[in-house]
């Protein structure tokens, strides 16, 4: 069967290449061809979990400027699915991996940068990331 969902899953040294890999513990993983059983195990996986970013944005009111905070749901890619022995264990999503069974890794934040509101002031910006089973 030629598949044509690629995910994430344990590689030997010659099949990364170039390519890109994630290290969880001790295993490389790399982008592979999903067999039929992983798309059917990833299908499941993506109707259970979904990603909720949280973020600042800034807001001109009437006594000034302020920062408030905003929210989007956005859905997992089969393309982000991690795998290990068939079984689907987590996501790799916007730079952060997510292991479904390891609530630990269910909050991420990640470092935006920092912007000066004054002389000797700056506001850091961060995007907050919660994995939530639905």
Do not use: N
């Amino acid at each position: 069967m030629d598949s044509y969902f690629k995910c994430w899953k344990i590689a030997d040294g010659s099949d990364v290449g170039e390519q890109a890999v994630l290290r969880l513990e001790e295993d490389v993983y790399a982008l592979q061809d999903a067999t039929a059983d992983e798309v059917e195990a990833g299908t499941r996986c993506l109707a259970t979990w979904y990603v909720e970013r949280k973020y600042k944005t800034q807001v001109c009111g009437p006594d000034g400027r302020y920062y408030d905070m905003k929210s989007e749901m956005q859905e997992l890619s089969f393309e982000e699915l991690i795998f290990c022995s068939g079984e689907c264990i987590g996501a790799y999503h916007d730079g952060l991996i997510f292991l479904f069974g390891d609530e630990q890794t269910h909050y991420r934040e990640k470092y935006l940068g920092e912007m000066p509101i004054s002389a000797d002031q700056g506001i850091s910006f961060y995007d907050y990331y919660y994995l939530h089973a639905r």
